[in-house]
């Protein structure tokens, strides 16, 4: 399932690094497309504009780097150091692997008429969707072992991939991205956490420890095992 997931991701990112590498005009044409049809659509509600300002940057990039670290001191005061730490080093490889990948794509920024909205630094690929995909799905991760349904579970993760797809949207939305770079952002980010959920997973084996279902179970829920009944 581990493969199948990083397949599901790693494709679509890496026929998007491609197409926009070699500056594609059918990638080109539907980016503009979609980007000049949300603009016009903003010029016409401030007041959605100014939501999805205060919005994007309530689940910006920080906002997950902050979430998680408090996480990690959390688990750290619990006995789980090494949960602690994977959760600190996913997210932080993350955030360079980023930074390292727009500086290779170099990808400019759209420019429409009339912004609503402003960025600094390089569009490919979106720092903020790569950081909504990040954050959430290392936070669900953790939390996992607490939630004793099947259903509650789906929940979370239902709520993890909304806040993903209205980080993207919002990106796109306010001019600041362009459609491709923000699902090659949630793309990565996904990768990210399944290659290092794939990688604690394994150490977990080797160390003899019960088999588990990271998507499932959480990333180590034996650290949890007696705080909850079922």
């Not at 949960?83 to 794509?105: E, H, M, R």
């Not at 799905?137 to 996992?144: E, K």
């Not at 923000?182 to 394994?202: M, P, S, Y």
């Amino acid at each position: 399932m581990a493969l199948v997931a990083v397949a599901i991701f790693t494709v679509p990112f890496v026929i998007l690094l491609v197409l926009v590498k070699t500056s594609s005009p059918s990638l080109t044409n539907l980016d503009e497309g979609i980007a000049l049809s949300l603009h016009a659509h903003a010029l016409e509600n401030p007041g959605y504009i100014a939501f999805l300002n205060v919005a994007t940057e309530v689940f910006g990039p920080w906002t997950w780097r902050v979430l998680v670290v408090l996480t990690a001191f959390w688990l750290w005061r619990r006995g789980a150091p090494r949960l602690a730490v994977w959760a600190v080093a996913t997210i932080t490889f993350g955030g360079l692997l980023n930074l390292a990948l727009k500086g290779i794509v170099d990808r400019a920024r759209p420019d429409l008429p009339d912004p609503v909205a402003s960025a600094p630094g390089a569009s490919f690929p979106s720092g903020h969707a790569m950081g909504a995909a990040l954050g959430a799905c290392i936070l669900v991760l953790i939390l996992l072992p607490f939630l004793r349904s099947m259903t509650s579970r789906i929940v979370v993760w239902v709520v993890a991939a909304a806040i993903m797809v209205f980080v993207a949207y919002s990106r796109v939305a306010l001019g600041v991205h362009w459609t491709s770079d923000v699902i090659a952002g949630v793309a990565l980010g996904v990768v990210v956490v399944v290659a290092a959920a794939v990688g604690f997973e394994t150490w977990r084996r080797g160390e003899g420890r019960e088999p588990a279902e990271p998507h499932v179970e959480g990333v180590e829920p034996e650290a949890f095992r007696g705080s909850h009944s079922g």
